[in-house]
């Protein structure tokens, strides 16, 4: 019988290592997603973003919403399409950006000007706007995977130090910050793309002097990654130049 037993127990032990080294582990699963959505040549996704800034007892609510179409991504050809509204204190922004031919074109508030940008330029401002969807592993200390039909639902958490040192980094043109990220959640389809992904974040950023505390939270969406994306270029028509170093863009 212990003979019995013991054969048991090993076959038991050996199905449930192949069962486990047959997958993949959380981490692998995000970084191969993250890098084959960013070699994607054409994007089409939405960013909501819903912040809360703070000051002493004063509070005020801010939310952007976007709408982003990319072809071409990384070539010369490349054009970007981004519209979309910011609400604060009760007032609607709407906006629209285009890129076309090293030509930025921007209109908001009744005002439509265009400025030259270099590609480089143009690709460092579309990683900033869709950040949430991209955010390196290396930031994160903890990820864990579930399968959601023919999905994978991963969940993380911030490395705290790392997080701080990013933010420092990204905001360091608008003044001293510190951050954290309580956590996040990304969806990888079946074709291995990232087809969403959230963020939540705290930072205390120093203007001037001042603290302000900020409560942001990031939800991206891609829309059938892996596809071609069609962009209906808008109509350049009225956009008046200017100096890109009268925007706070350096060449």
């Known amino acids: 019988m212990k003979k019995v037993l013991a054969l048991l127990l090993s076959a038991a ?20 997603a993250s890098k084959k959505t960013s070699e994607l040549k054409d994007m089409d996704l939405t960013t909501n973003v819903a912040m809360t800034m703070s000051q002493g007892d004063q509070t005020i609510d801010v939310t952007t919403a976007m709408d982003i179409q990319m072809t071409g991504v990384n070539t010369e050809d490349m054009r970007y399409l981004a519209t979309g509204k910011t609400s604060m204190a009760g007032q609607d922004i709407d906006m629209s950006m285009y890129y076309e031919g090293g030509y930025y074109y921007m209109e908001t508030m009744g005002q439509k000007i265009k400025y030259a940008m270099d590609l480089n330029q143009l690709m460092e401002q579309v990683k900033q706007s869709t950040e949430g969807a991209n955010m390196e592993s290396s930031y994160m200390k903890e990820i864990t995977a579930k399968k959601d039909g023919e999905n994978q639902r991963l969940t993380f958490t911030a490395d705290a130090e790392k997080m701080d040192a990013y933010v420092q980094d990204i905001m360091s043109s608008m003044g001293t910050a510190a951050a954290g990220m309580e956590g996040g959640e ?9 087809s969403s992904m959230k963020i939540k974040m705290l930072m205390d950023m ?23 994306v069609t962009l209906a270029a808008p109509s350049l028509d009225g956009y008046q130049e200017v100096d890109p170093a009268a925007m706070g863009v350096q060449q």
């Not at 290592?17 to 970084?31: E, H, L």
């Not at 990304?186 to 990232?194: E, I, M």
């Not at 203007?207 to 071609?228: F, K, L």
């Open 186 to 194: 990304a969806v990888v389809n079946k074709d291995g793309y990232f």
């Open 13 to 32: 032990m050996v199905l449930s290592m192949a069962g486990c080294g047959g997958g993949k582990d959380a981490r692998t699963i995000y970084d191969e």
């Open 206 to 228: 120093e203007v001037q002097g001042e603290t302000i505390s900020i409560d942001m939270d990031t939800d991206a969406v891609y829309r059938n990654p892996g596809q071609v």
